[in-house]
Structure formats: structure tokens, C-alpha cells
């Protein structure tokens, strides 16, 4: 009766769709919003906003080849025809074309508003989406899938976290209540303050004969008020300078000497032959001795150090 008879045509219906199709007064408040949290599980109804080459392809790429012949008849052929249409509002649409059924208005409408060439970004997601829809899917959840495991583990974190009948029995609607008590009390206190600030000034105001240390109150109040405000500002800059200059010097990139040591002679007789590899900040030593048998060129692990004739010589 109103056109909406595909899921496709039911995905992003709003509540006031639903009053618009008959579905009005308290008594379908409870069915309205029923059919609200079934219509937001729907999946999203993505139309084409290419500018097509006929009518014809138009059509067919909303679902609407019904109503061809109708447009057919009044000459609506070549895109450039589809530019006259786009301009037309919904009661020549019903009017020229005997399109009356909501849902199909509604869609031929949002069609031809969002009818236009695309732009850089979004061919990037078209050529995006036909790669993915020519890509080999399999249903993850199927008992013979070898990834069972891992769907039942998203399922069940999605049930868990991202499900949005969670927030119908927890606790959003006392924390909403909350924060607006709390933005109440503080407007409420800010109110008082500024009442009090202002009687104070006034009365002073009034007071023409008072001073203190030879000065009018308000003008040292003033005066104190801004130095105070300065001084704050000179210390937070002065801290705040502090640490971007320690951010800077902690991220100099000092150079390391890199060490060079000559073959030594262990005391068993043993030549140990050691060169130093500099890896960001850390040494990483090759030992040839130990090593090269089994195919190991790096160590990162730190050597102790001992004192031999006067050079200094890792310790494996």
C-alpha cells in the first residue's frame, strides 16, 4: 500500500515515516518503537549516485524498473532528461509520473538529489567496494569452517559490547538525571557568586570616603587580582618552558663513540676477536669466537668489563 514491502525500502525509516504511514497515537507508541529497533538492525540501503546513461539504467539501479514505461511516455529517456526531472518536486513526481506510493517516492527523490558525478574520494570507495565484492567470502559461523572459533569469539564480543539494547537496563538515564543536577547546582553557585560580586562592588562603590594603605578598595582589589593573574602566568610559562626544553634535550640525537678493539689473547691461549655494531642507542657486540659456528652475528645482551694491559676488553 505504501511501498513498503522490501527490507531494502524499510532500512532508515524514521518514527515520523511510521506516523506518516497510519501509525499514529499512543496507542502504536509501544509498536513504533518496537519496529524502530528492528528497522536500526537492517542493513543501511547504499543507492547509486552516479549520473546513469538512460533512464533505463537509472531505474534499475534503485529497483524502480516498474516505472519505466511511465517515464518512457512523457520522453524522460537520456540522462540529460533525468537533469530536467531532477528539479521537480514530489507532487509533479505524482502528478506526471503516477508515482504515489511513499516509499518509492522517497527513494526516487533521494536518488535523483544525490544524483552527480563523484568526486576523487569517492571513485577511491567505489573502486574499493567492486574489488571487495569480487573477493571469495565464506560464512565464518558454519560448523565446517576451520575459523569457527575465532567468529564465535567476535560474535560473542559484539553481543557483549556493541549490542544497543545494552543501554535500555543500564544505568544511562540515572547518569543523564546526574549530570544535569550537577550542571544545575554549579549555574546555580555561579549565579550566587556573581549576585554577591556585584552587591560588594556597588556598596563599595557607595562608600566614597573609605580607603585602604591610601588607595580606593576596588582599585587595589584590581591591581592585586591582576598581579596575582600575572604572576600565575609568569610561573606557568616558566614551567611550561622547563619541560619543553627537557622534551628537546631528551630527544637530541647524541652521537656514540663507537668502540674499536684489537684481537687480544686470552690467558688460555685463546684469540678472542671482538667488534663493536652501534644499534640506536644500544651496542650490540659480534663475537667471532663464539658465533660464527652456529650462525649467530649479533648479541644484545651486555658484557662485563675488565681491565687488561691497560685496554678494555669485554668479558664473555
Request: net charge negative.
Given at each position: 500500500?505504501?511501498?513498503?514491502?522490501?527490507?531494502?525500502?524499510?532500512?532508515?525509516?524514521?518514527?515520523?515515516?511510521?506516523?506518516?504511514?497510519?501509525?499514529?497515537?499512543?496507542?502504536?507508541?509501544?509498536?513504533?518503537?518496537?519496529?524502530?529497533?528492528?528497522?536500526?538492525?537492517?542493513?543501511?540501503?547504499?543507492?547509486?549516485?552516479?549520473?546513469?546513461?538512460?533512464?533505463?539504467?537509472?531505474?534499475?539501479?534503485?529497483?524502480?524498473?516498474?516505472?519505466?514505461?511511465?517515464?518512457?511516455?512523457?520522453?524522460?529517456?537520456?540522462?540529460?532528461?533525468?537533469a530536467i526531472v531532477k528539479s521537480m518536486k514530489v507532487t509533479e513526481l505524482n502528478e506526471r509520473y503516477h508515482i504515489t506510493k511513499k516509499a518509492h517516492v522517497k527513494r526516487i527523490m533521494h536518488?535523483?538529489?544525490?544524483?552527480?558525478?563523484?568526486?576523487?574520494?569517492?571513485?577511491?570507495?567505489?573502486?574499493?567496494?567492486?574489488?571487495?565484492?569480487?573477493?571469495?567470502?565464506?560464512?565464518?559461523?558454519?560448523?565446517?569452517?576451520?575459523?569457527?572459533?575465532?567468529?564465535?569469539?567476535?560474535?560473542?564480543?559484539?553481543?557483549?559490547?556493541?549490542?544497543?539494547?545494552?543501554?535500555?537496563?543500564?544505568?544511562?538515564?540515572?547518569?543523564?538525571?546526574?549530570?544535569?543536577?550537577?550542571?544545575?547546582?554549579?549555574?546555580?553557585?555561579?549565579?550566587?557568586?556573581?549576585?554577591?560580586?556585584?552587591?560588594?562592588?556597588?556598596?563599595?562603590?557607595?562608600?566614597?570616603?573609605?580607603?585602604?594603605?591610601?588607595?580606593?578598595?576596588?582599585?587595589?582589589?584590581?591591581?592585586?587580582?591582576?598581579?596575582?593573574?600575572?604572576?600565575?602566568?609568569?610561573?606557568?610559562?616558566?614551567?611550561?618552558?622547563?619541560?619543553?626544553?627537557?622534551?628537546?634535550?631528551?630527544?637530541?640525537?647524541?652521537?656514540?663513540?663507537?668502540?674499536?678493539?684489537?684481537?687480544?689473547?686470552?690467558?688460555?691461549?685463546?684469540?678472542?676477536?671482538?667488534?663493536?655494531?652501534?644499534?640506536?642507542?644500544?651496542?650490540?657486540?659480534?663475537?667471532?669466537?663464539?658465533?660464527?659456528?652456529?650462525?649467530?652475528?649479533?648479541?644484545?645482551?651486555?658484557?662485563?668489563?675488565?681491565?687488561?694491559?691497560?685496554?678494555?676488553?669485554?668479558?664473555?
Open positions: 500500500m505504501h511501498g513498503y514491502d522490501d527490507t531494502s525500502f524499510v532500512s532508515g525509516m524514521k518514527n515520523e515515516d511510521l506516523i506518516d504511514i497510519g501509525m499514529t497515537g499512543d496507542e502504536y507508541s509501544f509498536h513504533r518503537k518496537k519496529l524502530m529497533r528492528e528497522i536500526t538492525r537492517l542493513p543501511e540501503y547504499i543507492a547509486d549516485y552516479k549520473v546513469p546513461e538512460s533512464t533505463r539504467e537509472w531505474l534499475k539501479s534503485i529497483g524502480m524498473s516498474d516505472y519505466l514505461q511511465n517515464f518512457l511516455d512523457r520522453d524522460v529517456v537520456t540522462k540529460w532528461d533525468l536518488s535523483l538529489k544525490n544524483m552527480r558525478n563523484p568526486n576523487d574520494r569517492e571513485a577511491d570507495i567505489e573502486r574499493v567496494r567492486y574489488i571487495v565484492d569480487q573477493l571469495q567470502t565464506s560464512v565464518m559461523l558454519e560448523p565446517s569452517s576451520s575459523r569457527l572459533n575465532e567468529a564465535l569469539f567476535w560474535e560473542a564480543l559484539r553481543a557483549q559490547c556493541l549490542d544497543p539494547e545494552l543501554t535500555t537496563f543500564n544505568e544511562v538515564d540515572e547518569l543523564k538525571q546526574a549530570l544535569v543536577d550537577l550542571r544545575n547546582g554549579w549555574l546555580m553557585v555561579f549565579a550566587v557568586a556573581n549576585a554577591i560580586w556585584l552587591t560588594l562592588i556597588l556598596v563599595l562603590t557607595s562608600q566614597s570616603e573609605l580607603a585602604i594603605l591610601g588607595s580606593n578598595p576596588i582599585g587595589l582589589a584590581t591591581a592585586l587580582c591582576f598581579g596575582v593573574i600575572q604572576a600565575v602566568q609568569f610561573l606557568a610559562m616558566l614551567f611550561h618552558r622547563g619541560i619543553t626544553l627537557m622534551h628537546h634535550t631528551a630527544r637530541i640525537p647524541y652521537p656514540t663513540r663507537r668502540p674499536t678493539f684489537r684481537n687480544k689473547t686470552r690467558k688460555s691461549g685463546t684469540r678472542l676477536s671482538v667488534q663493536a655494531m652501534p644499534s640506536r642507542g644500544d651496542v650490540v657486540y659480534h663475537n667471532s669466537l663464539t658465533n660464527r659456528q652456529n650462525g649467530v652475528a649479533y648479541h644484545n645482551h651486555a658484557f662485563m668489563m675488565e681491565e687488561d694491559e691497560g685496554e678494555t676488553v669485554p668479558k664473555v
